[in-house]
């Protein structure tokens, strides 16, 4: 009785490790864009810059350059894309990092999730 025990704590602490990731890495990333208009894909990659992370995504031929804060349980990053900037906003969970998103000015979010490469 105490081994299975034993086993099903180690199971639960095992799963919450995986979910508490770091944000650090390469991913592929699908999204949709604000408002249902379409969908993409692509990659992204998070690195650590200080107390801080540059999130780059790299959609088609189009690439996005962010600033991010946060930890192993959520991420927060300001990006530019052409002129525009906007905002992210992500959490940790099976995948990877699911997130929303918007443009500055907005008012439809889009929705985002990295799977850890």
Do not use: H
Request: hydrophobic share 35%; proline share 2%; net charge neutral.
């Amino acid at each position: 009785m105490r081994a299975v025990q034993a086993g099903a704590v180690i199971a639960v602490l095992w799963g919450t490790v995986a979910f508490a990731a770091d944000p650090v890495g390469q991913y592929s990333v699908s999204g949709t864009n604000p408002g249902n208009r379409g969908t993409y894909a692509g990659t992204v990659t998070v690195e650590k810059t200080g107390d801080t992370f540059q999130v780059v995504w790299q959609i088609g031929s189009d690439r996005y350059v962010g600033t991010g804060i946060g930890n192993d349980e959520f991420i927060a990053v300001s990006y530019q894309a052409g002129s525009d900037t906007g905002l992210a906003m992500y959490s940790s969970s099976e995948q990877g990092w699911k997130g929303i998103w918007t443009y500055a000015n907005g008012r439809q979010i889009g929705t985002e999730i990295w799977s850890r490469k």
